[in-house]
């Protein structure tokens, strides 16, 4: 009988499973900047289960789900499920979805880049009154120039009488 990675009872952000976890995308060259492990059992499809969230160093994010016997039986990349040929082998499965962390890198952060933010409610650009200072600052000089070119062409008239 092989040797189940996961302890369901004692999975804890931090555990020994997290951090075998956590080393073996490292070794892979998928840097995990934050790890979390959810407290509460969730169900879906007749299964329980609990999630180990890991986010990259390129925020990508993937979710293992982990069954009562210790295994992971799906995994979301990105929030997108990602199957896994190789279930009963962790290595396996980390090459696997470190895999799908690098073929899916350039769409993903294409993808990221196009999201918009808004701004919190309270907060307000200086946007339109630094377009309203850059215009008075504008027409303030035209006029400058306006009269400097006004007394040049009077001095000018000047010399030539």
């Known amino acids: 009988m092989k040797?189940?990675?996961f302890s369901f009872q004692d999975m804890a952000t931090g555990d020994k499973?997290?951090?075998i976890i956590e080393r073996q995308f490292?070794?892979?060259g998928a840097n995990v900047v934050q790890s979390?492990?959810?407290?509460s059992v969730k169900r879906a499809a007749g299964v329980s289960y609990r999630e180990i969230m890991l986010t990259f160093a390129d925020s990508q994010t993937v979710v293992l789900r982990v069954k009562q016997t210790g295994d992971i039986f799906q995994v979301l990349l990105n929030k997108k499920p990602l199957p896994i040929k190789n279930q009963d082998d962790h290595e396996a499965a980390v090459n696997e979805i470190v895999k799908?962390?690098?073929?899916?890198?350039?769409?993903?952060q294409k993808l990221l880049a196009r999201t918009k933010v808004?701004?919190?409610a309270g907060i307000r650009t200086a946007a339109p009154k630094m377009e309203q200072t850059l215009t008075e600052k504008r027409d303030a000089l035209k006029e400058a120039i306006d009269?400097?070119?006004g007394e040049i062409a009077e001095l000018r008239s000047k010399l030539a009488a």
Do not use: Y
């Open 118 to 120: 808004k701004p919190p």
């Open 36 to 39: 979390d492990v959810t407290t």
């Open 17 to 19: 499973a997290s951090k």
């Open 26 to 28: 490292a070794r892979k």
């Open 100 to 108: 799908a962390l690098d073929s899916g890198r350039a769409k993903f």
């Open 3 to 5: 040797k189940m990675l």
């Open 147 to 149: 009269i400097v070119n």
